[in-house]
């Protein structure tokens, strides 16, 4: 196909397309010495599928466009330095960019002789390079070319890139191609010889190895996909004119697998890894797009894959009242300053799309010594400003339901909320799929919930890697089989989500439970989940289901059918707020506010509340204050079991006996 779109053609016609050409063995790819990259037999490259599929056309490639043509082309950059005469958001997001370069040509080299480069130091050297190219384009500052160039030196005579772990070499891949790019006319012939080298050696050929090709990213649909296809084509435009015919190989791959990520989206743009790798993942979709565009004239039509552009949408739905984020799976409810939002305001003309940012600016030098972010969370800024359009203040605020869902997908989630404008409104984010997705936590059926300011039912997201790693647990981190010992990590396993158990044991990660929406003439809005799959081998049937209340309480109610055997039942909570036990109710306080869980249920239920510290493993992370309430109650074989919660913020909700609660099949 010359000259057309990833996604004009199913999935299916591109794997059979693929499938029926003749796989042809590489070139033997010989390293030269000093990158430290093994000689490395056919046997060990991956065949050339994608080879034969030219997606751009000859006439595309022929007339590439000279540096700068990564994002931004000459003209691009002009218009740049017009637009920060005139717009304070741009003044305001390139004082910060200054600063940040400023910072850096105070800091101290991130290369240790002899070491590889590993994914951390990457991406912080990346945000060094692409803050310091554009500080240098946009005032023409020598300090900041002359520390540039030192670090793209560095970074190209590093030991190696850390293919092995391909995400460290991407990374460095889009460093150096940046700033090859960015800072190409300035530079001299041996300093573009050596970073198209670099890119060419460490980054390019590696990725041709199959030992190099962990987990298949290639073919992935995680944020690997994104991250390394989109890193790999950035890199082959970058050195197009040193290597052509490697180049457009490497692109016709990236084109030919991107689908694979893409169908992550679908259908309504909700990702299944959760809203950090959701940034990380997107924005190198995104800037795969990008730089199509500027190289080419033409994205490929990536950003037009089913649920692409609504992703944007998503991110938003999951920004509860208080400005923290539904933080399922390897998330953290805090969200840092993330630029490809602009993207999105861009792309959609939504002001609101930006909002989110404009709460997280601040100046640069927080986010480096801050405690509670990365310290290289903002580190692709700059793409930040080249994407932010001033005319978009003058668009409209979108109208978006309160009631929202993912429509499906792989790992369905649903929002409700009493209110857009209101910091106080109820919100419930509800999480359904899968145990077995990357990233996945056994929160299958869970929820978090806010009101009156306050978020009540936690999820914890992720709890880091190094603890983990140090006492042996490295192995299982991202393995999500059923006796991963990925599970006994507190944050990760049952123990730490709100969720039913049966007879203290997991869910099974390989059910999946899906999302129904209530039918449209319901009260009030609302969700049901089939959680059955989830608990295969353990009960006969198990439901939930979430009703957001015009008093704006919520009610969530379970129902379940053991099997031959009976089961102990538990209902379980995470919070941070401070609990009294009553007979039939459980009244939470935090920060001058409460919250009433009323307990409705027919038969006799034991409530209790434990200090999360006894809970955790020398491997997880303390998390001061936090408690697990538990509801546990008795089910015979082969009898149906229910349990209802009211969560009532004000005080003041109509309480249900047993007997008035509608069976779940009725909602």
């Known amino acids: 196909m010359v000259g057309g779109s990833p996604f004009l053609v199913s999935n299916a016609f591109i794997l059979n397309n693929m499938h029926q050409k003749i796989i042809r063995s590489l070139l033997t790819i010989i390293y030269m010495s000093f990158f430290l990259i093994p000689v490395s037999s056919a046997q060990d490259q991956i065949p050339q599928t994608w080879a034969e599929s030219s997606w751009l056309s000859d006439s595309k490639w022929q007339k590439i466009p000279a540096h700068p043509r990564l994002f931004a082309d000459a003209k691009k950059w002009a218009d740049l330095k017009k637009q920060l005469k005139t717009d304070t958001t741009s003044q305001q997001l390139f004082a910060l960019i200054k600063e940040r370069a400023e910072i850096t040509l105070k800091s101290p080299s991130l290369i240790v002789a002899g070491v590889g480069v590993f994914h951390g130091e990457a991406r912080q050297i990346q945000g060094r390079i692409a803050t310091l190219a554009m500080a240098y384009r946009l005032t023409g500052d020598k300090r900041f070319f002359a520390r540039a160039n030192q670090e793209m030196t560095e970074l190209a005579n590093a030991f190696n890139w850390r293919p092995d772990h391909f ?16 800072l190409y006319n300035d530079l001299s012939t041996s300093e573009r010889k ?42 082959a435009i970058a050195v197009n004119e040193f290597a052509p015919e490697l180049a457009r190989n490497i692109m016709n791959r990236s084109l030919a697998n991107i689908h694979f990520a893409a169908e992550a989206y679908s259908p309504a743009g909700a990702h299944a890894e959760g809203p950090g790798y959701w940034a990380y993942g997107t924005t190198f979709y995104v800037l795969f797009a990008e730089a199509l565009r500027s190289a080419f004239g033409t994205s490929c039509d990536l950003e037009k894959a089913p649920g692409f552009l609504w992703t944007g949408d998503y991110i938003i739905q999951l920004m ?26 861009r792309e959609l003309n939504q002001v609101d799309m930006t909002e989110p940012l404009f709460k997280r600016l601040k100046p640069m030098h927080e986010y480096l010594v801050s405690d509670s972010t990365r310290d290289d969370a903002s580190r692709l800024l700059p793409l930040g400003l080249l994407w932010w359009n001033p005319s978009v203040i003058k668009m409209p605020v979108a109208k978006r339901a309160l009631n929202w869902w993912s429509e499906g997908g792989s790992q369905p989630q649903a929002v409700m909320r009493s209110s857009w404008n209101d910091k106080r409104a109820t919100y419930v984010g509800i999480k359904a799929g899968s145990a077995g997705y990357g990233h996945s936590h056994m929160d299958v059926g869970s929820f978090v919930l806010e009101a009156n300011g306050i978020r009540w039912a936690v999820d914890l997201g992720r709890d880091g890697y190094t603890l983990p790693r140090q006492h042996g647990l490295g192995g299982d981190l991202f393995l999500a089989t059923q006796e991963s010992k990925r599970w006994s990590m507190f944050c990760n396993g049952s123990e730490s989500h709100n969720i039913l158990r049966f007879n203290g044991t997991n869910q099974w990660v390989d059910g999946k439970a899906e999302i129904i929406p209530l039918k449209e003439k319901s009260v009030s809005p609302g969700y049901k989940i089939d959680l059955t799959p989830i608990y295969s081998g353990q009960m006969a049937s198990v439901q939930r289901g979430y009703n957001l209340r015009p008093d704006k309480s919520v009610l969530i109610q379970d129902e379940w059918q053991s099997g031959e055997r009976g089961a102990s039942v538990t209902w379980q909570m995470i919070t941070y707020a401070n609990v009294e036990l009553m007979k039939d109710e459980i009244v939470l306080t935090q920060s001058g506010e409460t919250m009433r869980l009323i307990v409705v249920t027919d038969v006799v239920a034991h409530l209790s509340v434990q200090e999360v510290a006894g809970l955790l493993n020398v491997w997880d992370k303390p998390h ?13 074989p082969k009898s149906a079991g229910r349990l209802a919660i009211i969560a009532d913020p004000s005080g003041k909700a109509e309480t249900i006996k047993p007997e008035q609660l509608l069976p779940l099949v009725q909602w």
């Open 194 to 235: 050596l970073y198209a080298g670099a890119i060419i050696e460490k980054g390019l050929k590696a990725s041709l190895l199959k030992k190099y090709n962990s987990g298949n990213w290639s073919e992935s649909d995680g944020n690997w996909s994104p991250v390394c296809n989109g890193s790999m084509a950035i890199g």
């Open 320 to 345: 509860a009242p208080s400005d923290e984020m539904f933080s399922f799976a390897d998330s953290e409810p805090f969200w840092g300053f993330e630029p490809v939002m602009f993207w999105f305001a």
């Open 167 to 182: 995400l460290s070499c991407s990374e460095s891949t889009l460093a150096i191609a940046i700033g090859l790019d960015w």
């Open 624 to 636: 001061p204050g936090l408690k697990r309430i538990t509801i546990r109650l008795n089910t015979l």
